[in-house]
């Protein structure tokens, strides 16, 4: 869990709370135009965006968006945690005014705390919204905004500020009976929404926008490796021939700051980069939610909700960077994301090594099967460990998105965010783990570690001498890649059922220690040692499964 608490400020704090795909994230960052911060709000559980909105006057909180019944919880605990001079503003679409209205004051507990109401889509809705929210709002006793958050113009923004700096208490919570009512507009209805074709659309959709990136962040990382080693790396490494070993151990060794400090940002930077703007334009014309909500079925059979899908698909480009993402997942459904990104997001040095161990072993088609593998056993893990998502925990929400062309803004807001996220949080942490594992290599532990346990690999026909790659590999998913010295000698004595196994075993163990220790940061010691202890457990048994299998089915 993180330790960061909200800077204390001058003028009161005001948070947007909505459901899900209310606008909420165009609003926040129509109204601030800058980079956000994310932390646990003032030590709470709650992980909030926040960022001095100069429109406002105030700081600007963007909370979670509702979407299951423990998101109310959640965003009971982040307004718990306010001031009593602090504000909230109730983010609704006009599409949905009514309804989504209604939710939020059945839902969200706001005390007598100053509320503004905030519509937005103002220009999906129908003729009349703006009657209609003056007569909701005189009826509540609270101002109002009617906007396009999408394209909020100065004369938007300064008709949200007026109606913050005039929030006040809810006089009332009970609508009358008398308001107007409003016709709800319905996106049009695509193939997403069949019940039958609709997910395995998803899926493909699915395959298509994450798949192809991971696969052209591959090349383009193998195309930069050769290069940048030649001329800037190899050249770093022969510098510092004369320093102490210790000191070329830490920098330029196997698990070195500049040696694998530099692979882990080659393989992992051009993935998340492209995985992020594929999620970015997924999001910003609508489909991650027609997609979400098509897979949502299938993902409840395994403790996960549609909206958790995007965290495990980043999970191939960075599983730390994953981890972080879930704080977007549900109260209820975070731990069982978590726990598959864990094991079946096979990350970019965990892709980049195991396509390399199978091409040295002779056998590069064992990739596609290994693939399919580590999803179907981690879907079964999730499902054993964390169960089925209860139809309880739904919320009535709008059930399909509008399709819009990207607003490439938002899309850039979206991948700056991404990417500094990745460089100010992810990357210090894999630096820091270099020089750990650098150092217990400079000791002799690594090796002495895997000596001492090399003959219990023989319960899955293994023989010892590869407990090496298995040891290297929970400090670093790439340390598969030991396999390949003496140009793959080791290698050419296993059989293809071997080989499988190994990679496998490797792969799901545990979590490298990063994911480990990112997962301790953001859930704390307890979660971290459930996820590490599940997930060595279910590997242990699915590796002894796979080993007897393969043995009756030779490779």
């Given at each position: 869990?993180?330790?960061a608490?909200?800077?204390?400020?001058?003028?009161?704090?005001t948070?947007?709370?909505?459901l899900?795909?209310?606008?909420?994230?165009a609003l926040f960052?129509?109204?601030?135009?800058?980079?956000?911060?994310?932390?646990n709000?003032r030590?709470?559980?709650?992980?909030?965006?926040?960022?001095?909105?100069?429109?406002?006057?105030?700081?600007?909180?963007?909370?979670?968006g509702i979407?299951l019944?423990?998101?109310?919880?959640?965003?009971?605990e982040?307004?718990?945690?306010l001031k009593?001079?602090?504000?909230?503003v109730?983010?609704?679409?006009?599409?949905?005014?009514?309804?989504?209205?209604?939710?939020l004051l059945?839902?969200?507990?706001v005390?007598?705390?100053?509320v503004?109401?905030v519509?937005?889509?103002?220009?999906?809705?129908?003729?009349?919204?703006?009657?209609?929210?003056?007569a909701?709002a005189?009826?509540l006793?609270i101002?109002?905004a009617?906007?396009?958050?999408?394209?909020i113009d100065?004369?938007?923004?300064?008709e949200?500020s007026?109606?913050?700096?005039s929030?006040r208490?809810i006089e009332s919570?009970?609508?009358s009976?008398s308001?107007?009512?409003?016709?709800?507009?319905?996106?049009d209805?695509?193939?997403?929404?069949?019940r039958?074709?609709g997910?395995?659309?998803?899926?493909?959709?699915v395959?298509?926008?994450?798949?192809?990136p991971v696969?052209?962040?591959?090349?383009i990382?193998?195309?930069?490796?050769?290069?940048?080693?030649?001329?800037?790396?190899?050249?770093?490494?022969?510098?510092?021939?004369?320093?102490?070993p210790?000191?070329v151990?830490?920098l330029?060794?196997?698990?070195?700051?500049?040696?694998?400090?530099?692979?882990?940002?080659l393989?992992?930077f051009p993935?998340?980069v492209?995985?992020?703007?594929?999620?970015?334009?997924?999001?910003?014309?609508?489909?991650?939610?027609?997609?979400?909500?098509?897979?949502?079925p299938?993902?409840?059979?395994?403790?996960?909700?549609?909206?958790?899908l995007?965290?495990?698909?980043t999970?191939?480009?960075?599983?730390?960077?994953?981890?972080?993402?879930?704080?977007?997942?549900?109260?209820?459904?975070?731990?069982?994301?978590?726990?598959l990104?864990?094991?079946?997001s096979?990350?970019?040095?965990?892709?980049?090594?195991?396509?390399s161990?199978?091409?040295?072993?002779?056998?590069?088609w064992?990739?596609?099967?290994?693939?399919v593998?580590?999803?179907?056993?981690g879907?079964?893990?999730?499902?054993?460990?964390?169960?089925?998502?209860a139809?309880?925990?739904?919320?009535?929400?709008?059930?399909?998105a509008?399709l819009?062309?990207?607003?490439?803004?938002?899309?850039?807001?979206r991948?700056f965010?991404v990417?500094?996220?990745?460089l100010?949080?992810?990357m210090?942490?894999f630096l820091?783990?270099?020089?750990?594992?650098a150092?217990?290599q400079?000791t002799g532990?690594?090796?002495?570690?895997?000596?001492?346990?090399g003959p219990s690999?023989a319960?899955f026909?293994?023989?010892?001498?590869?407990?090496?790659?298995?040891?290297?590999?929970?400090?670093?998913?790439?340390?598969?890649?030991?396999l390949?010295?003496?140009?793959?000698?080791?290698?050419?004595?296993?059989s293809?059922?071997q080989v499988?196994?190994?990679?496998?075993?490797?792969?799901?163990l545990t979590?490298?220690?990063?994911?480990v220790?990112?997962?301790?940061?953001?859930?704390?010691w307890?979660?971290a040692?459930?996820?590490?202890g599940?997930?060595?457990?279910?590997?242990?048994?699915?590796?002894?499964?796979?080993s007897?299998?393969l043995r009756?089915l030779?490779?």
């Open positions: 869990m993180l330790g608490v909200f800077k204390m400020t001058v003028h009161p704090s948070i947007l709370v909505g899900e795909s209310a606008g909420k994230s960052h129509g109204l601030t135009g800058g980079f956000s911060d994310e932390a709000f030590g709470s559980t709650v992980v909030c965006r926040r960022c001095y909105s100069k429109v406002c006057g105030c700081e600007l909180i963007d909370s979670p979407r019944q423990g998101d109310s919880v959640t965003t009971r982040a307004l718990g945690t009593s001079n602090e504000r909230v109730l983010v609704v679409r006009g599409t949905h005014f009514v309804s989504e209205l209604q939710h059945r839902t969200v507990e005390g007598n705390k100053a503004a109401l519509v937005t889509f103002a220009d999906r809705a129908v003729s009349g919204l703006r009657q209609t929210v003056a909701y005189q009826s006793g101002s109002y009617v906007v396009n958050a999408r394209c100065d004369v938007a923004r300064g949200v007026s109606a913050v700096a929030a208490p919570r009970s609508l009976r308001l107007p009512s409003l016709v709800e507009t319905r996106p209805a695509t193939l997403f929404e069949n039958w074709l997910p395995w659309l998803a899926l493909f959709s395959i298509l926008i994450f798949a192809v696969m052209l962040a591959f090349k990382s193998a195309a930069l490796q050769i290069p940048t080693d030649a001329l800037l790396i190899q050249p770093l490494v022969s510098s510092m021939e004369n320093l102490p210790l000191v151990a830490l330029a060794g196997s698990y070195g700051v500049l040696t694998l400090g530099w692979y882990s940002f393989w992992a993935v998340v492209l995985i992020s703007i594929g999620t970015a334009i997924t999001e910003e014309t609508g489909l991650k939610d027609r997609i979400c909500a098509a897979l949502d299938w993902l409840r059979q395994i403790g996960l909700s549609g909206r958790d995007i965290p495990v698909l999970g191939f480009g960075c599983n730390v960077v994953a981890v972080i993402q879930t704080r977007s997942c549900s109260s209820c459904t975070r731990k069982s994301c978590v726990s990104i864990s094991f079946g096979a990350c970019s040095y965990q892709i980049g090594a195991s396509i161990v199978f091409g040295s072993a002779g056998q590069p064992l990739f596609v099967p290994f693939l593998v580590l999803f179907v056993v879907a079964l893990h999730t499902r054993v460990w964390h169960g089925v998502l139809k309880a925990s739904s919320v009535a929400l709008p059930e399909r509008f819009q062309w990207p607003a490439w803004r938002a899309v850039s807001h991948l965010a990417i500094r996220m990745f100010l949080q992810a210090p942490i820091l783990m270099c020089l750990v594992a150092a217990l400079f532990l690594l090796n002495a570690l895997a000596s001492s346990l690999l319960i026909h293994l023989p010892p001498e590869v407990l090496p790659a298995v040891v290297f590999s929970i400090m670093r998913k790439d340390g598969l890649l030991v390949n010295a003496d140009d793959g000698a080791l290698l050419a004595m296993l293809g059922s499988f196994v190994l990679v496998y075993l490797a792969s799901t979590a490298c220690l990063v994911t220790w990112t997962i301790r940061r953001e859930l704390g307890r979660a040692g459930e996820v590490t599940r997930q060595l457990l279910t590997c242990l048994i699915s590796t002894l499964f796979l007897i299998l009756w030779p490779i």
